[in-house]
């Protein structure tokens, strides 16, 4: 069960299904600001980002590389959707991750 709750920054081309997402959210990506998930070869992968404001991280580890990502890594025009880790103190009523 993830301790964290997230938010829904962007999709492109398909629903975003948060059965799914909890059945592939593993604890390392836990780590991550961002996760985008793509939909390469039918499957759902999930990928982590960290924020641009972190140091000490690799630039490719950054948000700022989820378009070259997409590009580079993921199939041509290929469904996918972008999810932000909210911190404790930005609580609202954004989904989780629990599973119930």
Not at 31 to 36: A, F
């Amino acid at each position: 069960m993830s301790r964290y709750r997230y938010r829904l920054v962007k999709t492109h081309l398909i629903e975003f299904d948060e059965t799914l997402f909890n059945q592939k959210l593993t604890e390392i990506l836990e780590k991550y600001d961002y996760i985008v998930g793509d939909f390469s070869g039918g499957q759902l992968r999930l990928k982590g980002f960290y924020s641009n404001d972190r140091k000490n991280v690799p630039l490719d580890s950054k948000c700022e590389t989820i378009p070259e990502y997409l590009a580079e890594y993921c199939a041509y025009g290929c469904p996918y959707y972008i999810v932000e880790k909210i911190v404790a103190k930005q609580y609202s009523n954004d989904w989780s991750t629990s599973k119930k």
